[in-house]
């Protein structure tokens, strides 16, 4: 995104996110500005780019330690007993307890949800950025490539926005709608298994809106010749991506359904996710 529009990578500055005091913000700022090595800023963006371009390291930052703290707390959980009740023969003990009790991890699982809510909105805002002719850098609207005719990614946007909505809707947590079953012996319950539930269905929600936003770049970068092999500027790294995504998502020229595109766009993104995968590809294509 920053780099197809020319945003100046300055919000990375190092000395700025070590300023904010986050390790994680400092690692995605790190992350982020080896991916835009080489961009060239254009000439007319803002001083100061929208939050979701400007504020993304602190974003992703806060992402990943929430992530991390999941990861935590659900790697405990494997490693426990939840059985009732126990017994411990050294101690001829038989212990009738709540290890049985997932709190720690409806916690977590509703902060899985709500992560994958803040990153969905951040996605949808960049996709918005992207089509709005104010805004993109001279793009044409929706990125049409025959404004007044064809309706480009208009749809991909509209269900974006939709999805968000789902989205923010079911990050209500669920760990705390507590209601007393079973004759009021089981009086205050987690709801864990709710929580987890919701939460892998942000995750293909995000997944979901993580492709819209590649097919957008995709067609934003037909649009501006940025997919040329021929371009001399840019971030090689940004560039590579996009041919990745161009190697299975055709322009938008005309109108076409793009559910399939936005799927084959999410599935070349998971492989992206592999950086191992990645690099080897990546040297594959080199001459």
Known sequence: MADLLGAAPAFLAPQLLRAFGHPGAVRAAAA?????????????????????????????????ASLGYAGRVIADDLGGISDNPLFFAEDDLVAHGGNFF??????AADLLSITATQLGN??????????????????????AAGPGRQ???????????????????????????????????QDIVPFGTQAALTAMAQAERLRWLHGSL????????????????QRRTGAPRCLAVLERIS?????????????????????????????????????EQQP
């Open 102 to 107: 997932g709190q720690p991890v409806a916690f």
């Open 122 to 143: 951040l996605a949808e805002r960049q996709l918005d950025l992207l089509v709005d002719p104010h805004r993109n850098g001279g793009l044409p609207p929706m990125l």
């Open 214 to 229: 590649a097919v957008a770049l995709r067609q934003g970068a037909h649009l501006s010749g940025v997919h040329s092999t």
């Open 247 to 283: 190697a299975v998502v055709a322009p938008v020229d005309p109108d076409r359904p793009l559910d399939a595109d936005i799927r084959r766009a999410a599935e070349v993104l998971d492989e992206l996710a592999d950086p191992d995968a990645f690099a080897c590809h990546h040297e």
């Open 151 to 185: 309706h480009g990614v208009q749809g991909v946007q509209l269900a974006a926005t939709a999805t968000v909505a789902a989205m923010r809707r079911d990050a209500v947590p669920a760990s705390v709608q507590s209601l007393p079953t079973n004759g009021h012996n």
């Open 32 to 64: 982020l500005r080896e991916r835009l090595e080489g961009t060239v800023p254009a000439p007319d963006r803002p001083l100061q780019e929208p939050y979701s371009i400007r504020c993304t390291p602190q974003l992703l930052g806060a992402a990943e």
